[in-house]
């Protein structure tokens, strides 16, 4: 099972510029690797990342095979108002992940 976590201040006022920060769990595999009997391990990156702030996109990146396992993405927004944050990700496979949490605005 795939995870991934959101971190940004604790308190937040409206018009404040925060740091968001995002780490997904997942392998990252380049298809270039070999497992124990040499044979090789598919291909399976994160293909395209979309976070959004309420009904705002944020931050859209399509990742490459060179991006480390577990990838971390570091970012800021302006924030105005309480809304959901919501990331979605696919990856080669498939797999589409989504994490959503509500941006406490005090």
Known sequence: MLVA????????????????????????????????????????????????????EVLRVEPSSGIAANPYFEFYLRVDQTAEFRAEWRDDRGFQGVLTQTLNVN
């Not at 968001?20 to 399976?44: A, C, E, F, S």
């Open 5 to 56: 976590r959101v971190q940004w201040p604790e308190r937040i006022a409206a018009g404040d510029v925060v740091k968001v920060r995002l780490l997904i769990q997942h392998p990252m595999d380049t298809g270039y690797l070999q497992d124990l009997n040499g044979k090789l391990v598919p291909r399976n990156v994160i293909r395209q990342l979309t976070c959004t702030l309420g009904n705002q």
